[in-house]
């Protein structure tokens, strides 16, 4: 790669400084404490401090409505939750559903961003605005504007795609594991790919315009464009994209809610722990499985920014 | 407690005047304190109003003209401000329990869904009835409704609307089948009518509170009961799911499967009407809501008249032909909350909200039956529900749900292994069921 294609901050380190801090250096990294200090103190306030009080709480066996009989229980709920075939099968639809339309998204999500880079200088805004708006949709709205959709006296699905096989007027789309897994899918999909899409426009904005054209002037297609010169380019920025939306999705809670409320072997991860927790009232069970859940949404974390090195610090499409 | 010392209960603005006064001269400050005092005296022997707040289900408006109404009887006793819950009743419930496991004491009245009433009763979340007030608010009340508002023999709140579902039929059906509906009718009869007419059995198949209702309906028609002994310890809860009854339900939910329509498995009240509604259901067990819903849908024009005259009705369908049904019981009491700060005003509400008039306007506007005997024989509810004389019957016989603190777990795994109600195996779901419900409670398996 050329000098030319580097970042500023690559191009203007001092190629020769000392390996020892700098005063300087030592001074900005100061100032930068101060500034991020105080949200920083936030964030320990608003997410460390629960998260240690459900661990604190999961340890304990405790009803919501029977504080007197709250007794410490050691690890006893995690055996019950990990020897449950109910919790393995939640992971098992939540880690389907997660693949599922992140793949879908990410897919779509290029598509979507290529048509909003390349698109008119005056279509532009429009566009992008068009492409957004499901995501600025709440979560329940856009999960009842699919059940309704979907329902077999309120929804049009049926009477529209009639023709289709497999589609009759009579099909209980929720009313089966597959059909309502695909339901819960398509909503998911069509609400976060925007999200995707967005973060992708910004790596595809970053890809060196000088690249391009080298390669337009090789003889290089566009599809060997894309894949040799536009993909690698911006591989930080889809890294960060999937991880994003990995993380999302793993706790998808609002669309199986609405539309089966866990019926038909369709519950989350998520789900398990809001019946346990709001619904039970069992708050140390509860606990337990919420704790569970983010001890994975820790190890997808851990496992893209280890495993794909991806660096959330630096977005951008160089190498 | 502010309201507790008669000096704060004075009037905002008169309180402000008199701290004004206060810093000027004393004369001018007694002169404010009588003005207060007189003041306080025009507002009854409490003094001034005593807020307070009504938790209540969603409905048609009728709680909220309930709540003015009382507010004007009560010449400034007390003012009723109604807070809407969510639609579901569990979510209504987990709402109230969590507030009051927080001490909330701004919840004042609740409208409560019987099944949850235990639960509530035994945290202490509700405050005790006085003697008095328990002794007039059952007086000419139908016994499903005392039954609903009593834990441990006591009366823990105070029964305000009960319902109960019915059986719904298009007349012109079954005369073309030609079944008596003077007689009682069983499910096995009602299924032969769905099967040779090509027609189908609306009911609850979805996998929500309105599948206990169900299944409980049909396992104490069958004589029998899904707990048999209640327990506090939950190891020692004694269940019938095992039982013969319970046996028999299941063979009935499975044969009516089948005729349950295309979307049985995921079929509630609503969807139940659409269905009635349409013609795709000939029969239909549901809440007597089912009738103003019609009549409203035929007033605005959405609905053709000849639909909600082809309704017909009767006592909910029986399980077995020599024993009479117990059809489902429902409707709303109400909770004093054990925190609030006005429980003598709130019980005085209470009173106010369950008086026969108010349970007659409630029955006729909102379509919720009334709880007290009485309103049935108002010739204007005869006249807007000529099936009211059914719908009392049917509270007469009607059996509650599980009377136990652990409904909200006995209920969601009911719904879990009983869902889908054509993959029901007689004599094996029970037996399912019961060991997940125990296993539950014992804290040893999720939900």
Redesign the interface.
Known sequence: MTTTTLPPTEKTRPKSAPPSVSDRARAERRLGWMLAGPAFVIMLLVTAYPILQAVYESLF?YR????ANRAFNGLGNYV??LT?P??WQSIGVTLLITVVTVAVELVLGFALAMVMAKALQSLRPILRAAILIPYAVITVVSAFAWQFAFD??TGFVNSWFAWLPGIAE???W??GWGTSILVICLAEIWKTTPFISLLLLAGLAQVPEVLQEAAKVDGASWWQRLWRVTVPNMKAAIMVALLFRTLDAFRVFDSIFIM?????GTESVSF?AY??T?????IG?GSA?SVLLFVAVVIIAFGFIKGFRVDLSQARGDK | MPDGATGARRGRTVTTRSAEHRRGRLAGASAAALLASTLAACGGDTGASSQLTWYINPDSGGQAEIASRCTEAAGGAYTIEVAQLPRESNAQREQLIRRLAAEDDSIDLMSLDPPYIPEFAEAGFLAPVPEDVAQRVTEGVVESAVQGSTWDDELVAVPFWANTQLLWYKKSVVEQAGLDMEQPVTWEQMVQVAEDQGTTIAAQGIRAEALTVWLNALVESAGGSIITETAENPEDIQLGLTEDPAVRAAEVMNAVAPVGGPAFSTAGEDANVTDFEEGDAAFMVNWPFVWPRALSAVEAGTLDASVPEDYGWTLYPRVDEGEPSAPPYGGINIGVGAFSRNVEAAYEAAECIVSEENQSYYFTTNGNPASKAAVYDDPEVLEIFPMAPAIRESLELAAPRPQTVYYSEVSGALQRVYHPASAVVPGETGAEAADLILAVLRGEQLL
């Open positions: 066996s919501l409505t029977d504080p019950v939750v449950d109910i919790w077999i006296n009579t099909t209980d929720f009313g089966t409320a866990g019926a038909n398990l019946r346990q709001i619904a039970r009232l069992e069970l499985v």
